[in-house]
Structure formats: C-alpha cells, structure tokens
C-alpha cells in the first residue's frame, strides 16, 4: 500500500480549490445588484462576473498544482527574517489601512496617490519627479478605465470633477 505524500504543492493545490468552490458558493449571497434607472441595470457588467473568474483562477490553479505540480520536492528556502523587513511589512499593512480610510472621503485618485507615493519614498525611491508622475498618472488611468469604459464606479474627487465631453477624467 502506497502511503500519499504530503507536499507543500499537495495542501495548495487543495487550499486552492475549496477556496475557489467556496468562493463560487458565496457569490450570489455577497454580491449586491446593481440599482435599477429605469428599468434598466445601473451597471452594464454583472457584479458576479470578477468573483466568478476569481473562482475559476483558483479552482483551475488548484488542480493543475494537484495533477502536475503535486510531487514536486524542489526546497523552498525563506530567507531569514530581519527586523528591517518585518518593518517595511508593518509599515506597508498601515499605510494600506491608511488608503481604505480616505478612500472614500478623498475618492480614488487622490487616496491612490497618496499611497504611491508614500510607499514608495518609504521603500527607499530616490527619483521624486518619477515617482510623482507615475503616481499620477496610474490612479487617473485606472479610474478613467474603470469609469468610463467598464462603467464600474468607483469614488470620484469629492469637491471637483474634471470632465471631457461625456467622460470623467477625475
């Protein structure tokens, strides 16, 4: 009788695919429906559509580790932890808190902003016009693509909304 061998990739590849049932299960109780403007769903995406392909990444992630990867004893060596590193994960998990407090009151270009250009001066950049351009330029990309081609709304700058046309830019 051949006993099963417990690899790391085993226990993820299970992890994985229960996460990605459970996921699947939960979507029409968690998901709200978008508001209805006459008749007509305020929102041209499904809400159940980015869950479900969450769903579906893990499941599939899941039993390809189980079918393939499973007796892979490749040695994953951690480095060792130093105080510096805990430090920079300590202070990354606070100015992510930081971000979904003023997500809503300073709306997602300006709060997305904030933690790209905090974080990375944190993180030791040393290049202050590129960090400030990228920071920019990313959260107004972003929100002008989820906005106004993906029509998922996400919370605009509270006291200006910059528009051409019929699409908001910030």
Same mark, same amino acid.
């Given at each position: 009788m051949k006993l099963i061998n417990i690899t790391p990739n085993l226990v993820t590849s299970i992890i994985? %695919?229960?996460f990605?049932?459970?996921i699947f299960l939960k979507i029409p109780t968690e998901v709200e429906k978008p508001l209805l403007l006459f008749g007509q769903s *305020? *929102?041209?995406?499904?809400p159940k559509i980015v869950p479900g392909i969450i769903s579906f990444m893990f499941f599939i992630f899941g039993l390809y580790t189980l079918f393939?990867?499973?007796?892979?004893? *490749? %040695?994953?060596v951690w480095p060792s932890f130093s105080k510096e590193m805990?430090?920079?994960?300590?202070?990354?998990?606070i100015f992510l808190f930081g971000y979904s407090l003023t /997500?809503? +009151?300073?709306?997602?270009?300006? *709060?997305?902003?904030?933690?790209?250009f905090f974080l990375s001066n944190? &993180?030791?950049n040393v290049n202050l016009k590129f960090v400030t351009l990228i920071a920019f330029i990313f959260p107004v990309t972003v929100f002008f %693509? /989820?906005?106004?081609? &993906?029509?998922? /709304?996400? +919370?605009? /700058?509270p006291f200006l909304e910059m528009r051409i046309g019929n699409f908001l830019i910030m």
């Open positions: 994985s %695919i229960v990605g049932i459970f *305020s *929102s041209e995406i499904d393939f990867e499973r007796e892979d004893k *490749s %040695i994953n805990l430090l920079n994960v300590l202070v990354t998990i /997500f809503e +009151p300073l709306g997602f270009v300006v *709060s997305s902003f904030l933690l790209i944190y &993180m030791g %693509i /989820f906005v106004n081609i &993906m029509h998922v /709304f996400l +919370p605009a /700058f």
